[in-house]
C-alpha cells in the first residue's frame, strides 16, 4: 500500500461525521468541511426520533430492518447520546384495523420486538393520551440528541487524525485533466475553530477522493462540476412544547400523513411533521398554518396539547433522492433508502462520490458502505470498527452514579450534566473554581460552557448544541448574556459581542413561531430584558458616539450637565 | 355586602402603586388589590422616563423635550408634559432614596451587561456609578455570580466610549455560600453583617468582602458592584465599604431577581401604606358586574369569591410580562373586564422577523381617550368608572424608548389623582 489516501468529505451532518470517523478510525487521512455548525443543514433539524423500524414497517421492510438493527448498535456505541422511552403506534377509532394488524405483523417479520396493548394500558404508560385510543403497538423506538451524536462523532473522528473545519464552505471543485482532485473553501473566519471578527479567506484542500455527503444540498456541490444529482427536498415542521406531555414516542398507526408524532426530548417534547416539497433547500417559506396544524392534529391523540405551552418551531429539509426513472409526485411516496452515486461510473467523472437519501438512525451504517467504497478505490483491506467502539462520552456508561456530591452540583443539575456528557463527566466537571449554574432552564454548568468554548471557538450556537444551554423555556432570555460573558476570558469584547448578538437572533427565530400565550408573555419579558434592562437594541457601542458631558453626570460632580443644567430649580425635595 | 371604598386599584406594580398613592393623597378612601409579584422584581429599580424616540434617536438628553412630539396615541401625550413632572415629583416625595431630581437631563448608567442606558431616576445605591461622571472605576464581580462578569462588563463600558477608565476584577465573596447562591443570600449577609472566617479568623461580612477588594484597588475613585448590597440596609452597607475602601461605593442595577425592583416596590408599598390606604395582596379579581358603570369586581381568596366595590376602578395589571394582557392563537385580550385590546387578526403581523425589530405586539394594550378611559372596538368608553395606567395601556413600546417606569407613574398618578376627584 502507497502513502495514506486523503478524503475530503464535505458535510459535517450525521452521514458526514459517520464517514469521517470510519475512514479516520480505519487509519485514512481525513479533512471534514460543513458550511456552518456541525449538524447544520438536516441533522440539527430533526425531531430526533431513534426509529425502531416499526415505522417503516409496512411501507419499507429493508429500511425497517435496518432501523432496529442500528437502533441496537447505536444503544451501545452512543450511550450517553440515546434515551430508550419506548414508542407506542396508537390507534384511533376512525383508523383503520387492517391497518394496525399489517404494522404489527410487518413489525414481526423485521425482527421488530412488538407488542399490542389494549387502551387501557396505554394510558397507564402515557395518561395524557385521549380517552377513545382503542389500543397500541408497543416497540423500542427511542430518542436520540442529534447533536450531541454528531459532535462525538467528529470529536471521535479527530482523535483518529482527521481535520474537523466548520464553518468553510466548499465554493468549488477543483477539476484536473477530468478527474475531481479536491475542493476550494471558504473559511468564514479562518481555518480551526471560529472565532468571530476574524478575516476568513480561500483555501485549496487538494484530496484524492472527494465525499459529498451534503444531503439537500448535494446538487450544488454537483453543479460545481457538472454534475446533476436530483435531490429533491421536502420541508417538515417540528414544534418544541416546553414540556414532556408524553414520555413514550407517540406515532399514530395508520399509513402516511402529517403531524403524527410526538418525540419526548429532554426537557421537552417535539411535534412533527410534514412533508412537502420545496424548491430551494434554504430558503422556503415557514408558515403559520403548519404550526398550527401540528397542535390541532395532535391534539387528536394527546388533548392537552391544545392548551399547552410551545417554545418554538424549526423547519428541516430531508435530502429525498429517487433514481431518474421512478418520477413520484408525492414527496410522502419516495423511498428513504440512500444511494451512493460514484460519479466515475455514473458520469465518467473519477474521484468523487455523492451519497443521498437515507435515514438518520443509519447513519452510521450509511458511513460503512460509503467507507467500504472508498477504501475499495484504493484497495485497503480494513475493517469497519464503528458499530463496535463506543464513542467518546459513552466509553464507559457506567460511570452514570450520583455525581451531585462529587461535583457539589443540586440534583437535577448534576444529574443532568451527567447524562449530557457520559464518561466525559470527571474530565469536564473537576474543575478548580466554583461551577455555578449558567442556564437554569436546561441545568448547564460553567465548566461544561467553557468545554464547550474549548471544543468550537467563539460560536455559541456551536456551546449551545453541545450543551442545551439556552435550549428552554425562557430561550436564551436569562442565560445569552451569561454565556457571553463566559467568552471573555478567551475573547476580546468585540468578539464577544458579536457571538452574543449571534445566539439572540437564533433564539428569536424559532420563537416566533410560537409566540401567543406564555412564549409571548416570555418574548415580552424577554424583549424587556435585553432592550430596557441592558439597552441591547441601542447599545452605544455598536452606535454612535455619545455626548456623555450633556448628561446628568451625578448631584455635586463635576461634569457637563451641572453647568448646563438648571441645578436643583425645582427645590431638590430629596435632600442629600 | 361588599367590602366598599372609593377608589379601588387593580395591580400592585409601579402603576399600580403610584395610582393608589395618588388617590390616597387626594383624600380619597382607596383600596389596592394585587394578585401575583408585581414585575418590578423582573425590572432593574431604575425609573426611566423617555430614553429614545419611537424613530429610534437618542438617547435623548431632555426627555420632557421630546413628549410633545410622541404619536397621539401614546400614553405620555393622553396626559401631557406637566403631568408627567407633576407625577415625578410625587414619586421623588414618596421614595427619597432616588436621586436625579436635580436636573431635567437624563442620567446614563452602566447595565450589568456592559452597556449603558438612559435613564432619568436612580437609586441612590447606583449614583456614584453615572457613566458621565468622568472618574475611573473598578468594577468587581463575584466568582461564582454568572450574571455579571466583571471584567467582561469593563470591556463592554469602555466600548461605548465611556469618559473614563474601567477595570473589572473578579473576587470569591466571602462567607462560604453556595456556587448557585441566590442574591438574595448575598444581601442577607451583608444586612445582618454576620461573621465569616477569614483565613481562620473571624470577621465582619462588609469588613471582609472590603478586605477582599481593598489590593485590587488602583487609582480608581469608585469601586461598582453587582446590586447585591443589601436589601434592608443598602445605604449602611455602602457606607461600610466606602469607609473600609476609602473610595465612593455603586451597585450596577442587575436582572431578576432584582433586588433594587424590590426595594422600589418596599418603599412604595410604605408610602402608601403611610397614605392611608388598604392593601390586599395575593389574590386574583377574577369576575366583576356592571354594564356601563363596574359595579363591583370579585376577588377570589381560598376558593371564596369576595365582592369588593367601589365608585372608581383602576387597571394596572400590566402588560404581557404581567398578564394584564394575554394571548392565544386566536388573539390577543384584556383577562379581567375584557377590555377591547387593539391588535392585527394574522398573529404572524404581531411581531417582525428581527429580534429587535419594529414590533407590534410591544405596543399592544387597551386604547383610552384623554382621560385614560379604556375604549372599545368603536372608540366608545367601555366603562363609566374605569381609567387604565402602566403598562396595560397600549400605544407605546416601553422596551424600545426605554419609557416603562415614566409611563406607569405619569398614567398611574393622572388616573388615581381623577378617580379620587370624581369619587369625592
Known amino acids: 500500500m502507497g502513502p495514506t489516501p486523503h478524503i475530503a468529505v464535505i458535510g459535517g451532518g450525521s452521514t458526514g461525521a459517520g464517514i469521517a470517523r470510519d475512514l479516520a478510525m480505519r487509519g485514512l487521512d481525513v479533512t471534514l468541511v460543513e458550511q456552518g455548525n456541525l449538524t447544520h443543514g438536516t441533522t440539527g433539524r430533526m425531531h430526533g426520533l431513534l426509529h425502531s423500524g416499526g415505522r417503516y414497517a409496512v411501507s419499507d421492510q429493508a429500511s425497517a430492518t435496518e432501523c432496529i438493527e442500528e437502533n441496537r448498535v447505536l444503544r451501545d456505541i452512543a450511550s450517553h447520546c440515546v434515551e430508550m422511552t419506548g414508542g407506542l403506534f396508537v390507534k384511533r377509532p376512525e383508523d383503520s384495523e387492517e391497518y394496525f394488524q399489517k404494522k404489527l405483523s410487518g413489525c414481526e417479520e423485521c425482527g421488530i420486538p412488538a407488542e399490542v396493548v389494549s387502551g387501557e394500558e396505554a394510558r397507564a404508560m402515557e395518561p395524557h393520551l385521549a380517552k377513545d385510543i382503542d389500543k397500541a403497538i408497543s416497540v423500542p423506538d427511542g430518542a436520540i440528541d442529534p447533536f450531541r451524536l454528531v459532535v462525538a462523532n467528529a470529536a471521535s473522528a479527530q482523535e483518529h487524525g482527521a481535520r474537523i473545519e466548520t464553518h468553510s464552505k466548499v465554493t468549488d471543485l477543483l477539476v484536473e485533466s477530468g478527474e475531481v482532485v479536491g475542493i476550494e473553501v471558504e473559511h468564514d473566519s479562518g481555518p480551526g475553530k471560529r472565532v468571530h471578527g476574524t478575516e476568513g479567506g480561500t483555501e485549496q484542500i487538494r484530496a484524492d477522493y472527494v465525499v459529498n455527503a451534503t444531503g439537500a444540498w448535494a446538487g450544488r456541490i454537483g453543479d460545481m462540476a457538472g454534475l446533476d444529482i436530483e435531490v429533491r427536498p421536502s420541508k417538515g415542521v417540528m414544534t418544541i412544547m416546553n414540556i414532556r406531555q408524553v414520555d413514550t414516542v407517540i406515532n399514530r398507526c395508520r399509513p402516511k400523513g402529517d403531524a403524527d408524532i410526538v418525540v419526548p426530548h429532554e426537557t421537552t417534547a417535539i411535534l412533527g411533521t410534514t412533508d412537502e416539497e420545496v424548491e430551494d433547500p434554504e430558503d422556503y417559506p415557514e408558515e403559520q398554518w403548519e404550526v398550527d396544524m401540528m397542535i390541532d392534529t395532535l391534539s387528536e391523540l394527546i388533548p392537552m396539547l391544545d392548551e399547552a405551552r410551545t417554545i418554538r418551531s424549526f423547519w428541516g429539509v430531508r435530502p429525498l433522492y429517487e433514481p431518474p426513472d421512478v418520477g413520484s409526485d408525492d414527496p410522502t411516496d419516495i423511498t428513504r433508502d440512500f444511494f451512493l452515486l460514484d460519479h466515475d461510473e455514473r458520469d465518467d467523472l473519477p474521484g468523487m462520490t455523492s451519497i443521498v437519501g437515507g435515514k438518520f438512525t443509519t447513519y452510521r451504517m450509511m458511513g460503512e458502505q460509503i467507507a467500504d467504497h472508498v477504501c475499495g478505490k484504493f484497495g485497503i483491506d480494513a475493517d469497519c470498527r464503528t458499530a463496535d467502539v463506543p464513542l467518546p462520552g459513552s466509553e464507559d456508561f457506567s460511570v452514570l452514579r450520583d455525581y451531585m456530591d462529587e461535583f457539589g452540583l443540586r440534583s437535577p443539575i448534576g444529574r443532568r450534566s451527567v447524562e449530557r456528557l457520559g464518561s466525559r463527566a470527571d474530565e469536564v466537571l473537576n474543575t478548580d473554581g466554583p461551577n455555578p449554574t449558567v442556564c437554569e432552564c436546561e441545568g448547564v454548568t460553567r465548566a461544561e460552557i467553557q468545554d464547550a468554548i474549548e471544543g468550537s471557538g467563539s460560536d455559541l450556537n456551536a456551546v449551545r448544541i453541545r450543551t442545551r444551554a439556552s435550549m428552554g423555556n425562557c430561550q436564551g432570555g436569562f442565560c445569552s448574556h451569561r454565556m457571553a460573558s463566559e467568552l471573555h476570558s478567551e475573547y476580546d469584547e468585540p468578539v464577544v459581542r458579536e457571538a452574543w448578538d449571534e445566539l439572540l437572533q437564533e433564539r428569536w427565530k424559532g420563537q416566533r413561531h410560537a409566540l401567543w400565550g406564555e412564549q409571548l408573555s416570555q418574548a415580552a419579558l424577554n424583549y424587556a430584558l435585553h432592550a430596557t434592562t441592558q439597552n441591547r437594541d441601542q447599545d452605544p457601542a455598536d452606535g454612535d458616539p455619545v455626548d456623555f458631558s450633556a448628561f446628568d453626570s451625578g448631584r455635586g460632580q463635576t461634569g457637563g450637565s451641572v453647568d448646563s443644567a438648571d441645578v436643583a430649580a425645582d427645590g431638590g425635595t430629596n435632600g442629600y | ?424
Open chain 2, 1 to 424: 355586602m361588599a367590602i366598599e371604598s372609593e377608589v379601588l386599584v387593580i395591580g400592585g406594580g409601579l402603576g399600580g402603586l403610584t395610582s393608589a398613592l395618588a388617590a390616597a393623597r387626594e383624600g380619597a378612601d382607596v383600596r389596592l388589590v394585587s394578585y401575583k409579584q408585581s414585575t418590578l422584581r423582573q425590572a432593574s429599580g431604575l425609573v426611566d422616563v423617555l430614553g429614545y424616540t419611537p424613530d429610534g434617536d437618542g438617547p435623548l438628553t431632555d426627555p420632557y423635550e421630546a413628549i410633545p412630539t410622541l404619536p397621539a396615541e401614546h400614553p405620555y401625550r393622553k396626559v401631557g408634559v406637566q403631568t408627567v413632572r407633576d407625577a415625578l415629583s410625587l414619586f421623588d416625595d414618596a421614595v427619597p432614596t432616588y436621586e436625579g431630581d436635580h436636573t431635567d437631563a437624563n442620567a446614563l448608567l452602566p447595565t450589568h451587561g456592559g452597556s449603558i442606558k438612559p435613564t432619568a431616576r436612580y437609586p441612590a445605591g447606583a449614583s456614584a456609578g453615572l457613566a458621565s461622571d468622568t472618574r475611573d472605576t473598578l468594577l468587581v464581580g463575584i466568582e461564582e455570580m454568572v450574571d455579571f462578569d466583571a471584567p467582561h462588563v469593563a470591556a463592554h463600558l469602555d466600548a461605548t466610549g465611556v469618559p473614563f477608565d474601567v477595570r473589572g476584577e473578579t473576587i470569591r465573596f466571602p462567607g462560604d455560600l453556595r456556587a448557585d447562591a441566590k442574591v438574595t443570600r448575598y444581601a442577607k449577609l451583608l444586612d445582618t453583617n454576620s461573621e465569616v472566617a477569614v483565613r481562620g479568623r473571624m470577621v465582619p461580612a462588609r469588613e471582609a468582602l472590603a478586605q477582599r477588594v481593598n489590593p485590587l484597588l488602583e487609582d480608581e475613585q469608585r469601586v461598582g458592584f453587582p446590586a447585591i448590597l443589601g436589601d434592608d440596609n443598602p445605604g449602611a452597607i455602602r457606607d461600610a465599604l466606602s469607609d473600609h475602601l476609602g473610595v465612593d461605593v455603586f451597585e450596577v442595577p442587575m436582572g431578576p431577581p432584582s433586588l433594587p425592583g424590590l426595594r422600589l416596590e418596599d418603599a412604595l408599598f410604605a408610602a402608601l401604606d403611610e397614605a392611608g390606604a388598604s392593601i390586599e395582596t395575593g389574590n386574583p379579581v377574577v369576575d366583576f358586574e356592571g354594564e356601563d358603570r363596574i359595579e363591583k369586581v370579585f376577588i377570589e381568596k381560598n376558593g371564596a369569591r369576595i365582592p369588593n366595590s367601589a365608585d372608581q376602578y383602576v387597571l394596572a395589571t400590566g402588560g404581557f410580562v404581567g398578564k394584564g394582557v394575554e394571548s392565544d392563537r386566536e388573539g390577543v385580550y384584556e383577562p379581567v373586564f375584557d377590555c377591547h385590546v387593539p391588535h392585527a387578526a394574522d398573529r404572524y403581523d404581531w411581531f417582525e422577523g428581527e429580534l429587535f425589530g419594529d414590533h407590534e405586539f410591544a405596543r399592544y394594550g387597551v386604547a383610552t381617550d384623554d382621560d385614560l378611559r379604556p375604549l372599545d372596538a368603536s372608540d366608545d368608553r367601555e366603562f363609566e368608572n374605569l381609567r387604565a395606567a402602566g403598562s396595560v395601556l397600549g400605544g407605546y413600546d416601553f422596551a424600545a424608548e426605554k419609557s416603562g417606569s415614566g409611563v406607569s407613574i405619569a398614567t398611574g398618578y393622572a388616573a388615581g389623582q381623577r378617580a379620587a376627584q370624581e369619587a369625592r
